[in-house]
Structure formats: structure tokens, C-alpha cells
């Protein structure tokens, strides 16, 4: 990360956003099971923003994604659409008619936010129905593509773009990236400047030893990320199917486990380089398939070949523990089993405990978003960690130092 990213990005506070028309671009991407919200907390996550421009007297039009759109039976079954999110919205803000937009390029719609009334809040559809064409249904990608008309067009909306999506930072879309380079009154909300103060704190002025925790299916996905955590780590503990690569990287048979063979080399030479640092499983929970059956524990030098690994074993966790037990700082991001199989929870549910009993005692500790988040709060609760990120991979971008086309623009 850069030493000054903060400095360099205008925040709310420090813009002028009084009576002004100002186009937030908020993440809405919620949960949604058989037609209902199952959490508001994303919304939530926008409100002090939110509440921040309506007490400033602003005009609040609102651009959000929703899910991925991959083919016009995505439009047309309203599954993906944000119109479920603007009744939750109006929940929240009965003193505010919330109007929501249908058509979110609609060339009636800058008369209509010209015109906006003080007590209205606008949120325009799924930024993401952009991506087909719903004349031919061709996928057009205008929105995660960037394209520079619909930039321009929603840029026409704001005379203040306000960014407040943190998990789209990393994506160079026409929403994010488009609208702040057509837009010279920009800035980023509390959400966004929260997520950065305290990935800061981790990367810059942590205090040591610091434990970093890795898991996950694939190193393809977090290259950078290892790489980087290697620098600032005392130790870096990996599970999931990433230790897999590693430990077929040393020699060690698998038999049926999930394992990256293109990514041997980079495990092996990443090793090579750091193995004083890398704590990698010396037992697993194994399956025959991957289901949520029960399972065994073997060593990782007599792995049958008929099976699969789908979690560590007990003898590894009792070395993650002793090392999360004197950490400082720790980062954790990715589960270390299939966590969503109680059959082989058990070490991803044993890390989450032990990490928040690390926060009681005085570290400070930063839970990647996504998978993580969710089953760190399942097997404790929101409040047992320092900070919980929620933006996955951008929260793994700001840290690897990798470019953030969705924050600059």
C-alpha cells in the first residue's frame, strides 16, 4: 500500500457537498435468498454517508451493482434487481421518499435529478443491467468494461461524485473508475476511509509479531498478496486448498486433493525463499469426495491416494494456535477448511475463537471480507475482531500495493 493514499484522496468532510447534487456510488450487492434480504448489512454499512449528505441539505442519487449479469434472463426475471434494496432503503429513511429508477440510463433521468425534491433519495437500477444489451440481448459489458458514453452520462447526474464502495476499488468500472475521471469534484465516503484507516493500521504500524493466516482454494487468486505478506509477516500461516500447491510443490502426494499444478514453481520458489516464515499443515482431515460426510485424520507423509484433504488436522491447529496466541497483529483471510461443511469447519471455526480471544487481550486483528467475514462472524461475532473488512478482494489489493482503478479513477 501507499504510504500517503490517504493523503492523496479528497474525504467527505474536506469537500463541499452542501445543496449539491451528489452521486454516490454505494454497494448494495446484499444477499438475497428466495426473494428476501437474509442481511441489511451492507446498507447499513452506507447509512453514515448517507445521512452525512442528507443532513448537508445534498440531492443523494444512488448507483449500486447487484450480483453478476451474464445474459438478459438475468434482467428480465428480476432476480438482480435493486428495486428489493429500495424498499429496505425506504425502511430506513420513512422521513424520505425513496424513488426508485427503473431504467438506470433513462434520458429523462438528469431533468428528473435537476428537479429532485429535498425530501427525496434516488436509486438507480443495477448498474450491471448495463452490461447486456436488452434490445438483443448481447453482453455488452458497458458497465464492468468501462465504457466512456455511459460514464459520461451518469457523471451528468452529480456535480460531487462520492465513492463508498469499497469492494469494487479494484475494479476499473464505468460506475466507479468512469464517473471519477469525468467528475472533478470527487471524494470518498466513511465507509471507503474506514476500510483504508484500518488496513493502514495492519500494513504500515503494526505492532509485532505479526501473523498473517491464509487460506482459500487457489495462490492464483493472491500471488501478490503472499508476496507482500511475506515482507511484513513474522509468520504466515496457510491452510485451505492454497497449502495443497505448497505441500505438492515439496514432493508430498495428495491423492485426489485440489491442487494448482501450474502454480507449483511460484509455491516452490516462494518456499524456498520464506520457509522460515511459512507454517504449512503436517496433518488433514480427509474425505473421498468432496461432500460433508464424515472424514479421518491423516498425517501429510501417508495420504491415501483414493482420498482428499478438506481441512487441517488437529495436530496443525494446535501449531496454529501457539503462534496466534503471541501474535500482536494478525490478518487473517481465507478459510482454512471447507467451512461450509460442518464436517470440516472445525479448524476455520477454532481459528476464528482463538483470534477474537487475541483481540480481548489487546491485538489487533483485520478479517479479510468475504468468505472470511462470514465465517468469522458465524463461529464468533461481529464484534470479536478489530476491524472486518468488507471488501474480500479489495481488501487484498490495498494490501499487495496492487492498483485501485475504482478509487482514483
Given at each position: 500500500?501507499?504510504?500517503?493514499?490517504?493523503?492523496?484522496?479528497?474525504?467527505?468532510?474536506?469537500?463541499?457537498?452542501?445543496?449539491?447534487?451528489?452521486?454516490?456510488?454505494?454497494?448494495?450487492?446484499?444477499?438475497?435468498?428466495?426473494?428476501?434480504?437474509?442481511?441489511?448489512?451492507?446498507?447499513?454499512?452506507?447509512?453514515?454517508?448517507?445521512?452525512?449528505?442528507?443532513?448537508?441539505?445534498?440531492?443523494?442519487?444512488?448507483?449500486?451493482?447487484?450480483?453478476?449479469?451474464?445474459?438478459?434472463?438475468?434482467?428480465?426475471?428480476?432476480?438482480?434487481?435493486?428495486?428489493?434494496?429500495?424498499?429496505?432503503?425506504?425502511?430506513?429513511?420513512?422521513?424520505?421518499?425513496?424513488?426508485?429508477?427503473?431504467?438506470?440510463?433513462?434520458?429523462?433521468?438528469?431533468?428528473?435529478?435537476?428537479?429532485?425534491?429535498?425530501?427525496?433519495?434516488?436509486?438507480?437500477?443495477?448498474?450491471?443491467?448495463?452490461?447486456?444489451?436488452?434490445?438483443?440481448?448481447?453482453?455488452?459489458?458497458?458497465?464492468?468494461?468501462?465504457n466512456l458514453r455511459l460514464a459520461k452520462f451518469w457523471a451528468s447526474l452529480g456535480?460531487?461524485?462520492?465513492?463508498?464502495?469499497?469492494?469494487?476499488?479494484?475494479?476499473?468500472?464505468?460506475?466507479?473508475?468512469?464517473?471519477?475521471?469525468?467528475?472533478?469534484?470527487?471524494?470518498?465516503?466513511?465507509?471507503?476511509?474506514?476500510?483504508?484507516?484500518?488496513?493502514?493500521?495492519?500494513?504500515?504500524?503494526?505492532?509485532?509479531?505479526?501473523?498473517?493466516?491464509?487460506?482459500?482454494?487457489?495462490?492464483?487468486?493472491?500471488?501478490?498478496?503472499?508476496?507482500?505478506?511475506?515482507?511484513?509477516?513474522?509468520?504466515?500461516?496457510?491452510?485451505?486448498?492454497?497449502?495443497?500447491?505448497?505441500?505438492?510443490?515439496?514432493?508430498?502426494?495428495?491423492?485426489?486433493?485440489?491442487?494448482?499444478?501450474?502454480?507449483?514453481?511460484?509455491?516452490?520458489?516462494?518456499?524456498?525463499?520464506?520457509?522460515?516464515?511459512?507454517?504449512?499443515?503436517?496433518?488433514?482431515?480427509?474425505?473421498?469426495?468432496?461432500?460433508d460426510i464424515p472424514g479421518e485424520y491423516v498425517s501429510i507423509?501417508?495420504?491415501?491416494?483414493?482420498?482428499?484433504?478438506?481441512?487441517?488436522?488437529?495436530?496443525?491447529?494446535?501449531?496454529?494456535?501457539?503462534?496466534?496466541?503471541?501474535?500482536?497483529?494478525?490478518?487473517?483471510?481465507?478459510?482454512?477448511?471447507?467451512?461450509?461443511?460442518?464436517?470440516?469447519?472445525?479448524?476455520?471455526?477454532?481459528?476464528?475463537?482463538?483470534?477474537?480471544?487475541?483481540?480481548?487481550?489487546?491485538?489487533?486483528?483485520?478479517?479479510?471480507?468475504?468468505?472470511?467475514?462470514?465465517?468469522?462472524?458465524?463461529?464468533?461475532?461481529?464484534?470479536?475482531?478489530?476491524?472486518?473488512?468488507?471488501?474480500?478482494?479489495?481488501?487484498?489489493?490495498?494490501?499487495?500495493?496492487?492498483?485501485?482503478?475504482?478509487?482514483?479513477?
Amino acid at each position: 500500500m501507499e504510504k500517503s493514499l490517504l493523503k492523496k484522496i479528497p474525504t467527505l468532510q474536506n469537500t463541499e457537498v452542501t445543496n449539491k447534487r451528489c452521486l454516490v456510488r454505494v454497494d448494495f450487492n446484499v444477499p438475497i435468498k428466495d426473494g428476501k434480504i437474509t442481511s441489511l448489512a451492507r446498507i447499513q454499512a452506507a447509512k453514515p454517508t448517507i445521512d452525512y449528505l442528507l443532513k448537508a441539505k445534498a440531492k443523494v442519487i444512488l448507483l449500486s451493482h447487484l450480483s453478476r449479469i451474464k445474459k438478459i434472463e438475468d434482467i428480465k426475471s428480476g432476480k438482480k434487481s435493486l428495486k428489493i434494496v429500495a424498499k429496505a432503503l425506504q425502511r430506513m429513511y420513512p422521513r424520505y421518499n425513496v424513488v426508485f429508477i427503473k431504467d438506470n440510463r433513462d434520458k429523462k433521468l438528469p431533468s428528473l435529478v435537476r428537479n429532485m425534491k429535498q425530501n427525496q433519495i434516488f436509486l438507480l437500477e443495477n448498474t450491471r443491467y448495463q452490461d447486456i444489451n436488452q434490445k438483443t440481448g448481447q453482453l455488452v459489458k458497458l458497465e464492468s468494461k468501462n465504457n466512456l458514453r455511459l460514464a459520461k452520462f451518469w457523471a451528468s447526474l452529480g456535480e460531487v461524485f462520492v465513492n463508498d464502495a469499497f469492494a469494487t476499488i479494484h475494479r476499473g468500472h464505468a460506475s466507479n473508475a468512469g464517473v471519477a475521471k469525468q467528475m472533478k469534484n470527487k471524494c470518498i465516503g466513511f465507509l471507503i476511509q474506514n476500510e483504508l484507516e484500518n488496513i493502514i493500521k495492519f500494513d504500515k504500524y503494526a505492532t509485532r509479531p505479526i501473523t498473517s493466516i491464509i487460506g482459500g482454494a487457489k495462490i492464483s487468486d493472491k500471488i501478490k498478496l503472499l508476496e507482500t505478506l511475506m515482507a511484513t509477516s513474522n509468520q504466515v500461516l496457510i491452510g485451505g486448498g492454497m497449502a495443497n500447491t505448497f505441500l505438492a510443490a515439496l514432493g508430498i502426494n495428495l491423492g485426489k486433493s485440489l491442487v494448482e499444478t501450474e502454480m507449483l514453481g511460484f509455491a516452490r520458489d516462494l518456499y524456498a525463499k520464506h520457509k522460515d516464515k511459512i507454517i504449512l499443515p503436517i496433518d488433514l482431515k480427509v474425505a473421498k469426495e468432496y461432500a460433508d460426510i464424515p472424514g479421518e485424520y491423516v498425517s501429510i507423509n501417508k495420504f491415501p491416494k483414493e482420498l482428499m484433504a478438506l481441512d487441517v488436522g488437529p495436530k496443525t491447529i494446535k501449531q496454529y494456535l501457539k503462534i496466534i496466541k503471541l501474535s500482536k497483529t494478525i490478518f487473517w483471510n481465507g478459510p482454512t477448511g471447507v467451512s461450509e461443511f460442518n464436517n470440516y469447519s472445525n479448524s476455520t471455526a477454532t481459528i476464528a475463537k482463538e483470534v477474537a480471544k487475541a483481540t480481548a487481550s489487546g491485538a489487533f486483528t483485520l478479517i479479510g471480507g468475504g468468505d472470511t467475514a462470514a465465517a468469522a462472524i458465524k463461529f464468533t461475532n461481529k464484534n470479536a475482531f478489530s476491524f472486518i473488512s468488507t471488501g474480500g478482494g479489495a481488501t487484498l489489493a490495498v494490501i499487495a500495493g496492487e492498483k485501485l482503478p475504482g478509487l482514483k479513477g
